[in-house]
């Protein structure tokens, strides 16, 4: 028992932060924008903590029953973690362009971080680093088609008949997400897998002792609980805390997506540096896809069921970075390698979501 505690430290510590973050809520929000903003930023460190238990438990099932199935475990608890903040969130009256500011963010920050920072430390190691390139193709049109339906479409749907294309978007995005399903684990699962050359067993007595599966999916389920109840304190401090701050009005929407992505990007770079580019592949692309197709009919029937529409139509030079990393993640990613170089074009357009963030674009 002391073991298994000792593992679970930091998830034990997010759990003592929200024991202690409910009470001290009023407290909080009563002393002053500096020590609201600096309570949010400890609760934000408190989610990441709980994030990477989930990340670590996470990565323990998806070695357990491999690829496609593993990587899918991992960002499916990742939009677990973005959905259950943005709704909490949004339930608090945040900014009504929070949800867009937040997919967008996720997408830069999955294609273009982890992905270009993982191509390129792997590159950097290993050279070109082989995956299954229909992987990328499968990925990356259904991306383009869920993103321009959800998040471009709706810049020409007049106001007063919104709630039509709502739940046009709900069940368009449904059906996407179900042929999807069906191909990464049915008859098209190959898609998603590439076969490495059989690793040299370590010695047993190198590894760490067996951890049980079902305490895993216990354990990552109680995380995910305990991020949503952080994220009930941690919304309402952060909000008051950046209340005119002049901080750029996508800060909020970084953060969050940075927290739900929290539990990919050291397997991601893990997988990489082990030479194995087919997971960075399925992480990185596969959180951006399920951030868009699972994170948008949620919020979308919010929206419906609160009578209140989300302003989901990305801004022009959103919608132009959102295509310049899908053209290049299409040129890069066709033929099957991954080298430092193209790893290095997606970091500079990271760097470049970045810069335009701080100058409030």
Known sequence: MFRLLSQETFLLLAVFMALLAYPLEPWLLGQG???????????????????????????????????????MILTLAAVLVEVVILAIMMSNEASKTLVR?????????DINGILGLAALMGGLKHGEQP???????????????????????????????????SAFTIGAMVVLYALFLRMQVGPHSYFFSYSYPQKRRRNPSDQGPPVNQARSIGILV?????????????????????EGSGAPPVLT?????????????????????????????????GASLSTVILTVPVMEAMA???????????????????????????????????????GMTHFVLFATFIMLAILGL
């Not at 500011?101 to 920050?109: C, E, P, R």
């Not at 109680?222 to 941690?234: N, P, S």
């Not at 953060?255 to 992505?261: E, P």
Request: charged share 10%; glycine share 6%.
């Open 33 to 71: 924008h500096g020590i609201a903003l600096a309570g949010g930023v400890v609760l934000v460190a408190a989610i990441v903590c709980a994030s990477m238990r989930v990340a670590q438990h996470a990565e323990f099932l998806a070695e357990k029953v491999g690829d496609p199935y593993g990587t």
């Open 101 to 109: 500011d937040t997919i967008y963010s996720a997408v830069m920050l």
């Open 131 to 165: 995956y299954n390139d229909d992987s990328a193709r499968t990925y990356g049109v259904m991306i383009m088609t869920a993103m321009g339906v959800s998040m471009v479409v709706p810049e020409f749907i007049p106001k007063e008949v919104w709630r039509v294309y």
């Open 222 to 242: 109680f995380g995910l609980v305990v991020i949503g109840a952080l994220a009930e304190v941690m919304s309402k401090t952060l909000d008051y805390g950046l």
């Open 253 to 285: 929407a970084i953060v969050v997506a940075a927290i739900s992505a929290a539990p990919e990007i050291l397997t991601a770079l893990h997988a990489a540096l082990a030479n194995r580019m087919q997971s960075v592949v399925n992480i990185a692309l």
């Open 304 to 342: 419906l069921y609160t009578g209140q529409p989300f302003q989901m139509a990305m801004t022009p030079v959103q919608t132009v970075m959102v295509f310049i990393t899908l053209i290049v993640s299409a040129i890069n990613l066709n033929d099957g390698e991954t080298n430092a170089i193209e």
